[in-house]
């Protein structure tokens, strides 16, 4: 449902831009915004923003940290630490997610997995992968949060 409610979002705004105002009335307008707020309150904020971002995918920090723990369970504490987060999780799923975001929204996303004990282990590697991002784009990453520089 956040999904479906997110993207007519995202249409009805270019339809808008471009002049092709969909709404019979300002009313319906502000009912259809109202549920959309609703809704979004009751969405996970960081699939939302992915969601907002222009990404179709809805890859949440909370889906990463979940991974995150299944790999512990599987390979153990000592792996993830020893050889890293490449060597235990699938990192690429997470790096063409971010690069599909807005760099302040990925940086949130980064800084939202740091809540995990080890949490700093994905981000590291979630950061190698991305140092070849157009440098505007890091730039903006970096700035958007600078905990983040600790963690490359």
């Known amino acids: 449902m956040v999904i479906e409610l997110l993207q007519e979002c995202r249409r009805e705004a270019e339809r808008i831009a471009h002049g092709e105002v969909s709404f ?77 975001m807005e760099a302040p929204i990925a940086a949130q996303f980064l800084v939202d997995l740091l809540a995990h004990e080890h949490g700093g282990s994905v981000v590291s590697a979630v950061l190698g992968d991305l140092d070849d991002a157009p440098e505007a784009w890091w730039d903006a990453l970096m700035a958007a949060r600078p905990v983040l520089q600790e963690y490359y």
Request: no cysteine.
């Open 24 to 100: 019979l009335s300002t009313a319906e307008a502000e009912a259809w915004l109202a549920a959309y707020r609703a809704e979004l309150g009751r969405a996970d904020a960081a699939a939302a923003n992915t969601l907002l971002s222009g990404g179709a995918h809805a890859l949440t920090p909370g889906d990463v940290l979940r991974d995150l723990d299944q790999a512990i369970g599987q390979f153990g504490e000592y792996t993830l630490t020893d050889k890293g987060a490449h060597e235990v999780m699938d990192i690429a799923p997470i790096v063409r997610a971010l690069r599909e």
